[in-house]
């Protein structure tokens, strides 16, 4: 049966720990994989923007041997169709396909549809591309996820939930100072399992960011409504009541800084002080660069 990554929670811990410490080999020794994909080709599509995944994805294919077609939603024909027909003839070319949709509804439509694997690239609910990228990023200062303390701060989202997938996997202590939810990226089923594991705590506290040694944000506003004037007021309210949730500096006074992390795109000034994105800790350009390795290894791991 095919494998689908459609969220971590749906992957085996084993699964998720090997594929961090493949990742790990294969950015150490890439020349080692550089024929491990031989012919195989990737579709990319895509409805909303992208500079990381679209960049690492087809980057990664390529220095494994394989070759990526891009596609953008509105100018192909997945727009006009119901997405299995699409999903069913795309797989007669292509070996893997990396998605990124709106609506997690239209993702899991494509993945029934399709019959070769399909990576979720960020939907509505779920990041988990970016979830395996953070984990080896820890996992590359920590060597031991049960070591660390994690510290989330923003909106719940889809990261925030890939996160607490990835915890839930991998034993990472994970507190969510998350005052508000974004509608529609909230799984009732996943923080049942958050609440029971004892790893995972939710407050409004954020003063709790002082526990951790890896302190994350994300931006407080989804890339597709960032200048969408029908969204313009809802975008005003949620700066007004998120400013004071911004990471910055001041939080951990007296305390040295935690390793300070973002996904990208950020948006200075707001989700993050300026100051914090190049700070000495800061692992911002690291986990991004960590999306390239840990996806060379997930499409091994899918399609070896
Ligand atoms: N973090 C992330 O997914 O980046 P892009 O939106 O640029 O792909």
Known sequence: ???????????????????????????????K???????????????KTSTRTRLSFELGIG???????????????FAISPIRYEAKYVSRHVDLIMARLIKHEQLLELAAGADVPVINGCCNRYHPTQGLADLLTIY???????????AYIGIHNNVAN?????????????????????PGSWDADLMAA??????????????KAREADFVYTDTWVDMENF?????????????????PYQMRAEIFAGRELPYIMHDMPIHPGLEIEAGLIEAPTSVIYEQAE???????????????
């Open 33 to 47: 994989y550089t024929n491990a994909l031989s012919g195989r080709v990737l579709l990319m599509l895509f409805q």
């Open 227 to 243: 200048h969408n004037p029908a969204y313009a007021e809802e975008k005003e309210r949620r700066l007004k009541m998120m400013m």
């Open 1 to 31: 049966m095919k494998k689908d990554v459609i969220s971590l929670q749906h992957l085996p811990a084993a699964d998720i720990i090997h594929l961090i410490k493949q990742a790990v080999e294969m950015k150490k020794e890439p020349d």
């Open 162 to 182: 890939s996160l607490v997938a990835g915890a839930l996997k991998t034993g990472l202590r994970l507190i969510l100072i998350t005052p508000e939810v974004n």
């Open 63 to 77: 220095q494994l041997g394989g070759r990526a077609v891009m596609m953008d939603w509105q100018s192909s024909n």
């Open 194 to 207: 958050a609440a029971r594991s004892g790893l995972i705590e939710v407050t409004a506290d954020l003063q």
């Open 290 to 304: 960590n999306r390239l390795h840990v996806e060379k290894s997930l499409m091994l791991y899918l399609l070896s």
């Open 140 to 150: 590359e200062k920590t060597g031991d996820f049960s070591r660390a303390t994690l």
